[in-house]
Structure formats: C-alpha cells, structure tokens
C-alpha cells in the first residue's frame, strides 16, 4: 500500500564512504532515483581520513604508462598472496574484482575525478608470483571549495588539511634526511602555496577521494541526509523492499524499489564486539560512528558472516587524550627495533601493516610492545604519531626517553641485559645488511620505507647512539575486515549461499576479498569501490 511509505526511490544507500558514494554515482548514471543515508552528522566514513589508494590491477593508467600487467597475472598474484580464504574470497568474486576496476575507473574519470598513479609503490608482497609496482591509483589532490557549504559537513575536514599523495608520505616522512626527501618536501609546499595563491583549498589523499565522489554526487543532484541512520529493513515475502530511517529523530519508511545497498562501514568502535571476536577493545584509526549496525541489520535479515575475526590491523597508538594513531614508516625506518615487554624482536619490522599487527596478536609474551630507536631516526625521519607534542606523549608515559639503553629498559620495564642482547644482534645485521632473524629489508616493498642513504640494507641501522626512545605500540587498525558475505554482484547471501532478493552490501560491511591479508595499497578502498558499482550496476538492470 503506497500510504504505509514516507518516501519512494529506486535505490537505497546506507554510508558515504568510497562504497556507498560510487554506488549513489553509478545507479543515478543508469537514470535511478537514489537517496544515500548517513548515520553520522558528517560525510566520508573511514575514506575520508584515510590514504585514499586504491589497489586496481590492470587500471587504465598503468596500462597507458606501458607498465605491463593482466588479469591472469594479478589472479595469479591474488592466490599467491591471499591463498584460500573461503568463500568471501572466492574465484568469481576476485575476478569480478579485477574485471570491473577499470570500467569504474573509466566512469568515475568521465564524471569529472581526476586519476593518478602511486607508480612507486609496490605490491606487498612484490617476491610472490604475478607481484607488480604501481597497480596503485589515487585522486588528485581536490578543491573542497567546489563543495561550497557541503563541506562544513565533510569528515575529510578531521584529517590532513593540505594536497598530499601516497608518494608524498613516503618521502616527506625523510625530507630533511635524503635528497629525494627534499625535493619531494620543496615539491609539495609549492603545490600547497600555489593552491593558496589561485584561491582553492587544496585536500589530498582519503579527503581528495571522498570529496571528488561527493562533488559528482551533488552535480547528480543525489539527497544526502546526514544523522540519518537506518533502523530497521523492511522485508515483504522475503525480499528486501525498503527500511526505516531515523532522519534527525523522525522515523520514515522509504520504499526501494531497486534494492538497498549497505555500505556503512563495519564494527571498528563497536567496543563490545571487538572484545567479543577480536579479544580487545579496539585500536582504532576508524570514525567513531564504525559501530557495526549495518552488519547487524544484515544479520538480523538472515545474511552469512565471515572474517569477523580479522581486521586491516597495523601497529597503532594511543595518545595522551585517548586518540588512536596508525603509524607506518617509523616502524620501518633504519635505526629502530620493535621489541616485546621482555626487550625481544619478534618479527619484521618493516612488513605490510596487516601482517605486522597479526605478528602483535598472536605473539605470546605478556605486556606492551615498544618502538625503540636511536636518536638517529629522531633527527631524520617524521614521526606522525607526536609531532609538536613530544612533552605531552613524554609525561604520559606512552613515549619514552633515555640517555642508554640500561636507562631506557629500567623505565619501561624490560629486562636491560635482555634488550641490550636484542640490540647486539640486530646491530649485527645492520652492519652486514642482512636480517637473520626476520628478513628485514630484503624486498622491494620493505625498502619503499627505507632509507636508500643507509648501506648496505636501507631498513637496517644500527641502534648506537642516544638518546634513546621508546614508543608504546598497540594492535591498531584501519578498520575491520569481517562482516556480511556478499557475491560477485554485491548480493547478500544467506548461510546456504541464496541471494537474499533485494539486499547488497559493499566496504568494510562486508567480509573482504582480500581474505586474510593485505595484497596492495588500498585493498580495503579498491574494492569498496568496485563491489559499489557493481551493487548499482546490478540493481539497475531490468528484472
């Protein structure tokens, strides 16, 4: 009964992240009436404050740079660095994956985002089979002034206010250390001044791509309402028709008659379900509005789980007024260690992120993890995690400061003799150039974070001179992995493998292709992406 309904539109999206943007994009190119939700007052999700990368093997980029690639190299590429990780992994939905990357590309580019390729970075696992540099792509940096008053709401506003690029971060972190760094420096306080001075209000990164995708969506005339969470889906003989939306405090019944796409980001800060399927209470760099009720809805419409138990984990930290960091480069830059509350290393300092946080979890010994560099890689190298509030991370007790390394140890607990042992060892290393212990530095993706000024292994330096620091670390993350298991077209799937009619999921609401680790930069946004096209592209065709 058309009474019952507050609202009709053909597609229904829920978050406004990387996901639920390009599939508000995609259904209104295809000529559907869409209406996106936003359970937060401002837009972005977690894309917004991340490094905005996406991973898209075979993109149109690459391909015109001459750089060789194919999707039987990248499926090849996905096994040996994935393997068999169950069904949200699947074969068909990893070659939908690489099929759909550059026809969403090629759509979003005609809509007006401006491409371009992270053509240093590597796969992170660039040894493996089918392993490749530069399959990653970002947005240029984006004039929020075009979003005029939009952006009072933007959530890209919460991150770094200036036009950086992936290859930025790498070589900034080093800027007043190595040539490369410098000019890299001197490159972007131009483009930043240059900004300033034409009148525009320059972001990159996440903020670069959740702005770009929110500017088309306005161009598309699409209605966004913000503190607009969904409450509740509404199913009539098993098919998902609509749902209930809770605009600023007023419930409304929207019909869809096209389908509802989830896309709202999974359960980062939901503190009682982390401790339930991850044992902790959560480290996370995700927005405070990742509680998981998408998930939940999709759950309580009979949809499958998987990976609840995984996450896009790397080393965090907490600082002294309780917000969590990510931290990437220090941790692999020379002239540091990561050490156990004992003063032991325990794996590879300079892994992809994912791999390093699973290293945090499943190591044994009880206590913190410390950071622990000389005074070297303070001098050289950026630390994000306290820049400008060194005194406040100091008085914390969260960072660390010593003459010696005996000192150091007697601070933080560990046992000196212990720790001056670790440090013995791994100088060893360092003046060799070979890792031992845990091949630190022996790929093209440990060394993308080295130092090439460092010889002969630009990830190892020697920890000789102080003082020393010593940084807390804590299993933090970009966000969780597991959520509802979706198909090849986005589909939400019941237990027994049936499409529940009416129903997709794209992002971090679903559980990953990716499985288990990390094959590339932006893995996590790359395919939030494409499954968000290939959601509406779905919904839009003719039953």
Not at 1 to 28: C, N, P
Not at 382 to 395: D, E, F, H, I, M
Request: proline share 6%; aromatic share 8%; with cysteine.
């Amino acid at each position: 009964m058309t009474e019952q309904w507050d609202a009709h539109v053909d597609v229904l999206i829920a978050g406004t992240g990387a996901a639920g943007l390009t599939a508000a994009i995609t259904a209104a190119d295809a000529g559907l009436g869409v209406l996106v939700v936003e359970s937060t007052p401002k837009w972005g999700g977690t894309t917004a404050v991340s490094g905005g990368g996406l991973w898209m093997p075979v993109n149109p980029l690459m391909i015109r740079a001459g750089v060789p690639d194919s999707v039987e190299e990248a499926l090849q590429y996905m096994q040996a660095s994935i393997g068999d990780a169950g069904p949200a992994s699947s074969p068909e939905r990893r070659r939908a994956f690489l099929d759909s990357g550059p026809a969403v590309m090629r759509l979003l580019g005609r809509l007006g985002v401006r491409w371009t390729r992270a053509k240093d970075y590597p796969d992170y696992y660039p040894d493996r089979p089918g392993g490749k540099v530069g399959r990653g792509v970002e947005v240029a940096p984006f004039d929020t002034k075009l979003l005029g008053s939009w952006y009072a709401t933007a959530r890209a506003a919460d991150g770094l206010p200036a036009p950086v690029t992936t290859d930025d971060v790498w070589l900034l972190a080093r800027a007043w250390s190595t040539p490369g760094g410098f000019v890299r420096g001197a490159r972007f306080v131009f483009r930043t001044v240059g900004g300033l001075a034409s009148g525009k209000r320059l972001v990159g990164l996440g903020g670069a791509l959740s702005c770009s995708l929110m500017h088309i969506v306005r161009t598309q005339q699409t209605p966004v309402w913000l503190s607009s969470p969904i409450v509740e889906l509404i199913i009539e003989d098993g098919v998902v028709v609509g749902a209930v939306i809770d605009k600023k405090g007023r419930r409304m019944r929207v019909r869809a008659r096209r389908g509802v796409v989830l896309a709202a980001g999974g359960f980062a800060r939901n503190t009682e379900w982390r401790q339930k399927h991850h044992g902790i209470p959560g480290y996370s760099a995700a927005p405070e509005g990742d509680l998981g009720t998408a998930i939940d809805l999709g759950a309580r419409a009979g949809a499958a789980l998987e990976l609840m138990d995984d996450a896009w984990w790397g080393a965090g930290t907490v600082s002294p007024d309780g917000a969590h960091g990510f931290i990437l480069s220090e941790r692999s830059m020379p002239f540091s260690i990561v050490v156990d509350a004992a003063g032991e290393r325990f794996t590879n300092e300079s892994a992809s992120y994912i791999d390093f946080g699973h290293a945090m979890l499943s190591h044994t010994v009880p206590g913190p993890t410390w950071l622990v560099t000389d005074v070297r890689h303070a001098r050289r190298y950026l630390s994000t995690a306290y820049v400008g509030r060194k005194k406040q991370w100091l008085a914390a007790g969260t960072l660390v400061e010593a003459a010696s390394l005996h000192e150091l140890a007697d601070i933080t607990g560990m046992d000196p003799a212990r720790l001056a042992a670790t440090v013995e060892r791994f100088n060893g290393f360092a003046r060799t150039g070979v890792d031992a212990d845990f091949g630190r530095g022996r790929t093209v993706y440990d060394n993308y974070y080295g130092d090439p000024r460092v010889k002969p292994n630009p990830n190892l330096g020697p920890l000789e001179r102080g003082p020393f620091r010593a940084l807390r670390l804590y299993p933090g993350d970009l966000g969780t992995k597991g959520g509802l298991l979706t198909d090849a077209d986005a589909r939400v799937l019941r237990e027994d493998g049936t499409v529940i009619p009416g129903l997709y999921a794209a992002g971090n609401t679903t559980a990953s292709v990716m499985g288990r680790t990390y094959p590339g930069p932006g893995s996590t946004i790359g395919p939030a992406v494409v499954f968000g096209y290939r959601a509406a592209r779905h919904a839009a065709t003719p039953a």
